[in-house]
């Protein structure tokens, strides 16, 4: 397959910058392929994993909420935060998902709270999730 | 200064040489921080810039944006988000960007909401009895974006719910070494015409260059789902790196002051210790002479 180039950057840097040969996001209206020579395109992600394919084998990175541009010459995601799935810290996803259940579970919670714990404990899944565990 | 007698210039030699101790130190301390700020600085940069582009990009495409972030309303109420330091003793870098704010809204009918950000800001505004809505004092030195986060939900939350009409942020801009400018920046109601977000960007001291800039401007995206949705999508996105750059950037122009500030106060107590051991060594001088004269002159008297 022809490969183009894709760049990753996060607020803590530039996450990931190369040559790839098939990207899988998951948009916030689905999952999207992009390939090279793809047609100008934006859209927004929503909390999930992305497959990036690098000589012919698939890595796997949590995403959590950004930007997928998909430009001439090169395709940008910007996004919140990434992570490779091999390198995701298991047991610290483990602890912000029980303490996201467990602040779920109280009831007195304003809707904006309630908002944010939901936030974090799909972030906690999706890592975990990335993660293979 | 009154020529005061050998044991008081001594004493004083020795106080303001353990200040110079003191001033020196902070000096460095402050130096080790710019630096680290910088670093800092040039990771945030290129998530910043490519924003930037895009939010430029669409905003290029279609004008007439209508979403809730760039509606302009009459504006009664304004929050404003202020960052100073934590501490004193950095010449004028707090008492600078405090001054800008009060002058900013003393024509105000009602005060402003504030955020915040840094221990001098909040115990000043709780002194002056504002509305705080939030404060996060000890927080530039450690940005987290976590945090930056809520700031800029609370900041879209209050400004999408109408209790606030305008959100601007101060904060002091870092432009060189010797050069720190009390910054005032209007977060929203977002403007699309506006070239850049604003001078965040470009510092070529702060950052190496960087290589985003799209060499050809795609035309005819398509957006998914909408235009409207995407750049909904990004103003928080531009918000938090806003306000997560302005820490950053305030943080390094506090160490800068500060080392301006204790360079030359090491430097005044210098000249200083100079000036009080020729004091010093003059009046020794003068003893030894008094009790030679005292001798000779008892010598004489005997003889």
Redesign the interface.
């Known amino acids: 397959m022809t490969p183009f180039k894709l760049q990753i950057?996060?607020?803590?840097?530039?996450f990931f910058k190369g040559e790839t040969e098939n990207v899988i996001a998951r948009?916030?209206?689905g999952d999207?392929g992009i390939l090279a020579k793809h047609?100008?395109?934006?859209?927004?992600l929503g909390i999930g994993k992305v497959r990036i394919k690098i000589d012919g084998q698939y890595r796997l990175a949590a995403v959590s909420?950004?930007?997928l541009?998909v430009?001439?010459?090169?395709t940008?995601i910007?996004a919140?935060?990434c992570e490779w799935g091999d390198k995701i810290d298991v047991e610290r996803a483990e602890e912000a998902k029980k303490t996201a259940e467990k602040r779920l579970s109280d009831v007195s919670l304003s809707a904006?709270e309630h908002a944010v714990a939901e936030f974090k404990l799909k972030r906690a899944l999706n890592r975990l999730d990335a993660a293979g565990k | 200064m009154p020529k005061g007698n050998m044991k008081s210039i001594k004493r004083r030699i020795k106080s303001v040489g353990s200040t110079l101790q003191i001033t020196r130190a902070m000096e460095m301390v402050a130096s080790s921080k710019l630096r680290r700020a910088k670093a800092k600085a040039a990771i945030l940069r290129p998530y910043f810039n490519a924003l930037d582009e895009l939010l430029k990009e669409i905003a290029a495409e279609k004008k007439d944006f209508a979403t809730i972030f760039t509606a302009k309303r009459e504006v009664k109420n304004r929050l404003f988000i202020v960052i100073a330091g934590d501490r004193e003793l950095a010449g004028g870098f707090n008492s600078n960007i405090l001054r800008l704010v009060s002058s900013n809204s003393a024509d105000d009918s009602t005060p402003p909401k504030i955020i915040a950000i840094g221990k001098r800001t909040v115990d000043y505004f709780k002194k002056y009895k504002h509305d705080i809505v939030a404060e996060y004092p000890y927080f530039a030195e450690n940005v987290k974006a976590s945090q930056c986060a809520d700031i800029a939900n609370i900041a879209s939350d209050l400004f999408k719910t109408g209790e606030v009409d305008e959100v601007r942020i101060f904060y002091t801009a870092y432009i060189s070494a010797l050069r720190q400018d009390a910054t005032d920046l209007k977060l929203l109601p977002f403007d699309t015409t506006k070239e850049k977000a604003e001078g965040i960007t470009e510092k070529p001291e702060m950052v190496e260059s960087s290589d985003h800039s799209d060499s050809k401007i795609a035309r005819f995206v398509n957006y998914d789902p909408s235009p409207e949705a995407v750049f909904d999508r990004i103003i928080p996105m531009i918000l938090l790196s806003i306000i997560n750059c302005a820490c950053v950037e305030s943080f390094a122009s506090e160490q800068s002051a500060r080392r301006n500030a204790m360079e030359s106060a090491s430097d005044n107590a210098e000249e200083m210790i100079e000036k009080l051991s020729l004091q010093y060594n003059r009046a020794r001088q003068e003893k030894i002479t008094n009790e030679i004269n005292e001798i000779v002159g008892g010598a004489n008297a005997i003889s």
């Open positions: 950057i996060t607020p803590r840097g530039v948009t916030t209206v999207v047609e100008p395109y934006v859209a927004a909420s950004g930007i541009k430009g001439l010459d090169k940008t910007l919140q935060s904006n």
